[in-house]
């Protein structure tokens, strides 16, 4: 098992920056790719950013492309997303996922492991 733990959420005005970590443990060999996800109250839970664990390969929403940027450090089983320039719209509680399948995807169906969220709320 992967166990995913998110930090970094938190109360920020529009405009205002966060940077979000999530740290894996377990039996992370088993990882290809992690990435983020957020749901919005009475909203489905939306694909943001994906990366392959080895290899720099990413994809991000188009919602998000150019404001909010994913990165790793595999040494440390850390995955980050550095969020810029937040808008109300980015309020939600962002999860953390990891995946064994090969290549980066936004699909929700092929990440295996979940993290327990973390609250992101962006004040107009």
């Known amino acids: 098992q992967v166990q995913l733990v998110e930090s970094g959420g938190g109360l920020v005005q529009a405009g205002a920056s966060l940077n979000l970590s999530c740290v894996a443990s377990?039996?992370?060999?088993?990882?290809?790719?992690m990435g983020w996800f957020r749901q919005a109250p009475g909203k489905e839970r939306e694909f943001v950013a994906a990366?392959?664990?080895?290899?720099?390969?990413?994809k991000h929403a188009d919602s998000v492309k150019g404001r909010f940027t994913i990165s790793r450090e595999s040494a440390k089983n850390t995955l980050y997303l550095l969020m810029t320039s937040l808008k109300p719209d980015d309020t939600a509680v962002y999860y953390c996922?990891?995946?064994?399948?090969?290549?980066?995807?936004?699909?929700?169906?092929?990440?295996?492991?979940w993290g327990q969220g973390t609250q992101v709320t962006v004040s107009s």
């Open positions: 377990g039996h992370t060999w088993k990882i290809y790719s």
């Open positions: 990366i392959t664990w080895i290899g720099w390969s990413t």
């Open positions: 996922a990891a995946s064994q399948t090969l290549g980066v995807s936004g699909d929700r169906g092929t990440f295996d492991y």
